[in-house]
């Protein structure tokens, strides 16, 4: 019973084990007297949180003192474990000293040894300390610090006069460094960015979050370049339901005069917001959908996406030309309906073709409403009908520039039936589409315009099935017949590119009268039922509405082969008319546990009629990995015509359980906010050495 009194004062006092039932201790021998109680030769106490060993223990009941003496260790949660060669506890100021302690986190694999240790509830006071998560007899790389803390409870390390080793040589210095253990979602610093630029100087950012709540939290994120400038952004997210998510962020940066006029940089000061929320379940029904999004993004130029862009992702970013929308859709069995504002922003000063841009030019679709009634079925038979209407509001701020409100209605009735046991599927349509088009603009240049087209289609198509004895083959052959017929035409339109091009974005996409043959063919693996093969043809045949003379469109091949990892495909178009193939695209992709792959070729000839340019491209990317560790790497982008790549690197990646390592060359074309918007390339050596689970530091020189 006295066994069982001592360490549940122990425990209840030092370690906070809230629940400490069926605590036991084992020891060779116990001894005890008025003011003591000594326990000698390997002593182990354990309860359900805690398990202790140490060679002796004395609890002195008069000043309710505990010390664990030789060997000490503790083991919580099967988590938390610490050892040390003596531990003094004084339950009453809820102190203890350690003497030459070891405290290790299973979660992160966090260790630190320090000669003298100090803990005043749940802080840790450290002195002449190392820390690291590699190998503790020889890390790879470890921090050193004369001082710092380790709060237990909110996890979080505190180093002052700091020193980052590489094995034994020392490769970098601060004052202070700080960094949490826990990677749950709570209140804390995120782990840092460090880097060296010779362009940009010392690189440091380090986002604070702010987590009050379950459902919403921000992040503050300051960034500092020694030779560049300074800046910084603020990311808010709430959710304001189960089915909807809120994210705003803004921010800015502000470039050194110095840095700005070498660079020959437009802006000074590089800012910016994006707005992003999605809402489902906003008005819907158990037997409907709706859905709300709203993007609202601007800046002043590119400056403000490359100043966050860390890793040098300049082809994931969205570049100068912005789309603002909101966007709200209602879904039930029969009806959809949707209204969606757009705003279109540009903030380069010309664009490709060297001409000037001007906001105030540019159409807004302000706004776009859509209705669609989906197939019905009349009086329970194969007589169908659907119908589609939209309505656009096409404006902008240039009076000189003429913009219109324009109405598209479809209305498509259909009959279908079976001939020869179901083996032919016969349809026959008739679709009616027009447009009704009111012109905006003073004085009124351009005449309000209407247009009726009646189209009559047959659609003749079979599908067959057959079974081998480990594969399922699929076959399928349709071909369309249409016919169009112009009822009513009046006013200013763009039906061909015989009319004016400025009436181009209100125009009428004008059906000629065709035959479309398309066929389609897989094959599946009987057993498990995956792909492994598909093939399409498409041939669409125009025909002349005056003189019934014939003209074959390129024929569109496709070839899919699938396999366990990935794909290997062919897609051409065949000109019938120059007998050439002017457009093929080939690509192939693979991933194993041990191999990357994915190249894509792609070469296009001038073709006015398939509106084709001249063109050919390579992407390579890949990575090969040897013994789940070790990796290198190469991509590309290049453009064979141009004989120009915008992205090539190459890299080696190291992945261990401590520390990680990725060492590149980078060349790339870049956007930059320059006076004249002008990309410009830049050669990167990179090195980012990632300290698991700290954080990272990176560094990169640009070279000639």
């Given at each position: 019973?006295?066994?069982?009194?001592?360490?549940?004062?122990?425990?209840?006092?030092?370690?906070?084990?809230?629940?400490?039932?069926?605590?036991?201790?084992?020891?060779?021998?116990?001894?005890?007297?008025?003011?003591?109680?000594?326990?000698?030769?390997?002593?182990?106490?354990?309860?359900?949180?805690?398990?202790?060993?140490?060679?002796?223990?004395?609890?002195?009941?008069?000043?309710?003192?505990?010390?664990?003496?030789?060997?000490?260790?503790?083991?919580?949660?099967?988590?938390?474990?610490?050892?040390?060669?003596?531990?003094?506890?004084?339950?009453?100021?809820?102190?203890?000293?350690?003497?030459?302690?070891?405290?290790?986190?299973?979660?992160?694999?966090?260790?630190?040894?320090?000669?003298?240790?100090?803990?005043?509830?749940?802080?840790?006071?450290?002195?002449?300390?190392?820390?690291?998560?590699?190998?503790?007899?020889?890390?790879?790389?470890?921090?050193?610090?004369?001082?710092?803390?380790?709060?237990?409870?909110?996890?979080?390390?505190?180093?002052?006069?700091?020193?980052?080793?590489?094995?034994?040589?020392?490769?970098?210095?601060?004052?202070?460094?700080?960094?949490?253990?826990?990677?749950?979602?709570?209140?804390?610093?995120?782990?840092?960015?460090?880097?060296?630029?010779?362009?940009?100087?010392?690189?440091?950012?380090?986002?604070?979050?702010?987590?009050?709540?379950?459902?919403?939290?921000f992040e503050l994120t300051?960034?500092?370049?020694?030779?560049?400038?300074?800046?910084?952004?603020?990311?808010?997210?709430?959710?304001?339901?189960?089915?909807?998510?809120?994210?705003?962020?803004?921010?800015?940066?502000?470039?050194?005069?110095?840095?700005?006029?070498?660079?020959?940089?437009?802006?000074?000061?590089?800012?910016?917001?994006?707005?992003?929320?999605?809402?489902?379940?906003?008005?819907?029904?158990?037997?409907?959908?709706?859905?709300?999004?709203?993007?609202?993004?601007?800046?002043?130029?590119?400056?403000?996406?490359?100043?966050?862009?860390?890793?040098?992702?300049?082809?994931?970013?969205?570049?100068?030309?912005?789309?603002?929308?909101?966007?709200?859709?209602?879904?039930?069995?029969?009806?959809?309906?949707?209204?969606?504002?757009?705003?279109?922003?540009?903030?380069?000063?010309?664009?490709?073709?060297?001409?000037?841009?001007?906001?105030?030019?540019?159409?807004?679709?302000?706004?776009?409403?859509?209705?669609?009634?989906?197939?019905?079925?009349?009086?329970?038979?194969?007589?169908?009908?659907?119908?589609?209407?939209?309505s656009n509001n096409y404006?902008?701020?240039?009076?000189?520039?003429?913009?219109?409100?324009?109405?598209?209605?479809?209305?498509?009735?259909?009959?279908?039936?079976?001939?020869?046991?179901?083996?032919?599927?016969?349809?026959?349509?008739?679709?009616?589409?027009?447009?009704?088009?009111?012109?905006?603009?003073?004085?009124?240049?351009?005449?309000?315009?209407?247009?009726?087209?009646?189209?009559?289609?047959?659609?003749?198509?079979?599908?067959?099935?057959?079974?081998?004895?480990?594969?399922?083959?699929?076959?399928?052959?349709?071909?369309?017949?249409?016919?169009?017929?112009?009822?009513?035409?009046?006013?200013?339109?763009?039906?061909?590119?015989?009319?004016?091009?400025?009436?181009?974005?209100?125009?009428?996409?004008?059906?000629?009268k065709n035959i479309n043959?398309?066929?389609?063919?897989?094959?599946?693996?009987?057993?498990?039922?995956?792909?492994?093969?598909?093939?399409?043809?498409?041939?669409?045949?125009?025909?002349?509405?005056?003189?019934?003379?014939?003209?074959?469109?390129?024929?569109?091949?496709?070839?899919?082969?699938?396999?366990?990892?990935?794909?290997?495909?062919?897609?051409?178009?065949?000109?019938?008319?120059?007998?050439?193939?002017?457009?093929?695209?080939?690509?192939?992709?693979?991933?194993?546990?041990?191999?990357?792959?994915?190249?894509?070729?792609?070469?296009?000839?001038?073709?006015?009629?398939?509106?084709?340019?001249?063109?050919?491209?390579?992407?390579?990317?890949?990575?090969?990995?040897?013994?789940?560790?070790?990796?290198?790497?190469?991509?590309?982008?290049?453009?064979?015509?141009?004989?120009?790549?915008?992205?090539?690197?190459?890299?080696?990646?190291?992945?261990?359980?401590?520390?990680?390592?990725?060492?590149?060359?980078?060349?790339?074309?870049?956007?930059?906010?320059?006076?004249?918007?002008?990309?410009?390339?830049?050669?990167?050596?990179?090195?980012?050495?990632?300290?698991?689970?700290?954080?990272?530091?990176?560094?990169?020189?640009?070279?000639?």
């Amino acid at each position: 019973m006295k066994k069982i009194v001592v360490v549940f004062l122990f425990l209840c006092s030092m370690l906070i084990a809230e629940n400490t039932n069926d605590v036991q201790l084992l020891s060779k021998s116990i001894k005890t007297t008025k003011d003591k109680i000594k326990g000698f030769g390997n002593v182990v106490i354990f309860s359900p949180q805690y398990y202790l060993t140490a060679k002796e223990i004395v609890y002195d009941k008069t000043k309710k003192t505990l010390d664990l003496k030789k060997d000490v260790s503790i083991l919580r949660d099967n988590n938390f474990f610490s050892l040390s060669s003596n531990i003094f506890i004084n339950f009453e100021k809820d102190t203890a000293n350690l003497g030459n302690v070891t405290i290790f986190d299973n979660n992160t694999g966090v260790w630190i040894k320090s000669q003298d240790a100090n803990k005043t509830k749940q802080t840790y006071h450290l002195k002449q300390s190392r820390l690291s998560s590699c190998d503790c007899k020889s890390p790879l790389w470890s921090i050193k610090f004369t001082s710092g803390d380790y709060d237990t409870q909110d996890k979080w390390v505190n180093t002052y006069n700091t020193r980052l080793y590489i094995k034994k040589v020392p490769v970098l210095y601060l004052p202070w460094f700080g960094f949490s253990t826990d990677d749950t979602r709570r209140t804390g610093v995120l782990h840092p960015r460090i880097g060296l630029s010779n362009k940009e100087g010392f690189l440091y950012s380090q986002s604070l979050f702010v987590a009050p709540f379950k459902n919403w939290d921000f992040e503050l994120t300051p960034q500092f370049r020694t030779k560049r400038g300074e800046g910084g952004y603020v990311q808010y997210r709430w959710a304001d339901s189960p089915y909807s998510f809120l994210q705003i962020k803004t921010g800015g940066f502000n470039e050194k005069r110095k840095y700005q006029l070498d660079n020959d940089i437009k802006n000074q000061i590089h800012k910016g917001y994006n707005i992003d929320y999605i809402r489902d379940n906003l008005f819907a029904s158990k037997d409907s959908q709706d859905g709300l999004t709203i993007s609202i993004n601007d800046m002043n130029d590119i400056g403000y996406e490359n100043f966050q862009d860390l890793d040098n992702n300049s082809e994931t970013l969205n570049g100068s030309k912005l789309t603002s929308k909101i966007n709200y859709f209602y879904n039930q069995n029969r009806h959809f309906a949707m209204v969606e504002f757009k705003y279109y922003k540009d903030t380069r000063n010309k664009d490709e073709y060297g001409l000037d841009i001007k906001q105030k030019e540019i159409l807004q679709q302000l706004p776009k409403l859509k209705y669609h009634n989906y197939l019905t079925s009349w009086f329970g038979t194969n007589f169908t009908t659907s119908f589609d209407i939209e309505s656009n509001n096409y404006t902008n701020d240039d009076d000189t520039k003429p913009t219109a409100k324009t109405v598209d209605t479809k209305l498509d009735f259909s009959y279908s039936f079976h001939m020869f046991d179901e083996f032919i599927n016969i349809s026959l349509g008739k679709n009616l589409h027009s447009k009704l088009i009111q012109y905006n603009q003073e004085p009124q240049t351009y005449e309000d315009a209407k247009y009726l087209q009646s189209q009559d289609v047959l659609s003749l198509s079979a599908n067959l099935l057959k079974s081998f004895d480990t594969l399922h083959h699929t076959i399928g052959l349709k071909v369309d017949f249409v016919s169009p017929n112009e009822i009513d035409k009046d006013g200013d339109i763009y039906t061909n590119s015989d009319d004016s091009l400025i009436l181009k974005p209100f125009g009428f996409e004008k059906i000629e009268k065709n035959i479309n043959i398309l066929f389609n063919q897989s094959f599946y693996d009987k057993t498990t039922l995956r792909h492994l093969f598909n093939h399409k043809i498409r041939q669409l045949i125009t025909i002349d509405e005056h003189t019934n003379e014939q003209d074959k469109k390129a024929l569109e091949n496709e070839i899919i082969y699938y396999t366990k990892g990935g794909y290997m495909t062919n897609k051409i178009k065949y000109s019938n008319n120059t007998n050439e193939i002017i457009s093929n695209i080939s690509e192939l992709k693979d991933t194993n546990d041990y191999f990357n792959l994915s190249l894509k070729h792609s070469k296009t000839k001038e073709n006015v009629k398939n509106d084709l340019k001249k063109d050919e491209t390579i992407i390579i990317e890949t990575t090969l990995k040897f013994n789940k560790y070790y990796g290198i790497g190469y991509e590309q982008n290049y453009n064979i015509l141009d004989d120009v790549s915008s992205l090539k690197e190459y890299f080696v990646d190291i992945q261990k359980r401590c520390w990680a390592i990725k060492v590149g060359l980078k060349d790339q074309i870049v956007s930059t906010p320059t006076i004249e918007n002008e990309a410009t390339r830049e050669k990167i050596l990179y090195f980012n050495f990632l300290l698991k689970p700290i954080g990272g530091i990176d560094k990169e020189f640009l070279y000639e």
